[in-house]
Every structure is written in structure tokens, then in C-alpha cells.
């Protein structure tokens, strides 16, 4: 399974935020930091917005900063709602499902089975998980310290 840009940038955006702890970040400073496409991000933290995971605030002095404590983001949901499609395979898709094996086909199970486990593994870790290298990560992104 490969995730898409969005949820990479997703969790990206949420790192990069929460290294900023009470600070305020924003759009141009996560692109600029990250070297990606700032368009993409205003859609990202758009959606990361929509489903409560960042506060958006606009204005001169606007900026965007985490709603919910780093804890209390689990990485295993937020892929769940960022990626559109977790259809390993043809046959996952069921009324578009057109394999002729799918009857007899144990690859189905185990491709079910090692998806179950990708999310186990996610369900593991939170925003806060992600931090833990914190200072290195504050190097690595230039971001000056508070």
C-alpha cells in the first residue's frame, strides 16, 4: 500500500504544527519548510480543518495551529479519513469487482489481513508518537526555537 501526497502532506502539516507548539504557523511557512507544492497544502489544511484537526485563523495575524492535543490525533484515523481509496486490489471493490478468481481467490484474505495490520500498526501512534525526535526535527526543519 502506498499513501497518497495528500495524506503524507496531511501528516506532515500536523507535525510541523505541532513542533510550533502555542505558536501560530502558516501555509507559506509549511511549504517553504517542507519544499512542497503550496497549493496542495491550502487544500490540506483545508480538510485538516473539516475534520477538527487544526484551528484556522484568519486575518493579518492569522495562522493555523493544532485543535486537539498532540495524544489525542491517532495516525491510524487520520489516514482513514484522508485517503480515498483503500482498495488494495480489484476484488476489495466489490460491485466493481470483475476478477473471475475472487470465488476461490485466498490472495483477497490475505491482502485483507496484511491491510488490517497496516492499521493496527497506525492505530499505535499519535501526533504526540511523532514528536519524539523533536529537536532534531526543529533542526531539520529550520524552525526556530520558542
Known sequence: M????????CLRA????????DELATIDEIAE???????????????LGQLGYLDTLR????GIRLAKEPAAINIGI?????????ALV???RGHDNKCVIAP???LK??????????????DGYTVADLLTQDRRLVRLLALRQT
Open 90 to 92: 480489484e476484488c476489495f
Open 59 to 62: 486575518g493579518k495575524n492569522g
Open 33 to 47: 519548510h517542507y519544499g512542497i507544492n503550496r497549493n496542495h497544502l491550502v487544500k490540506v489544511v483545508f480538510r
Open 14 to 21: 500536523l507535525i510541523f504544527v505541532a513542533l510550533k507548539r
Open 109 to 122: 484474505t490475505a491482502l485483507q489481513q496484511a491491510l488490517k495490520a497496516f492499521f493496527e500498526a497506525l
Open 104 to 106: 476461490a481467490c485466498v
Open 78 to 86: 487520520l489516514v482513514r479519513e484522508t485517503e480515498d481509496d483503500l
Open 2 to 9: 502506498r499513501l497518497t501526497t495528500f495524506s503524507d502532506y
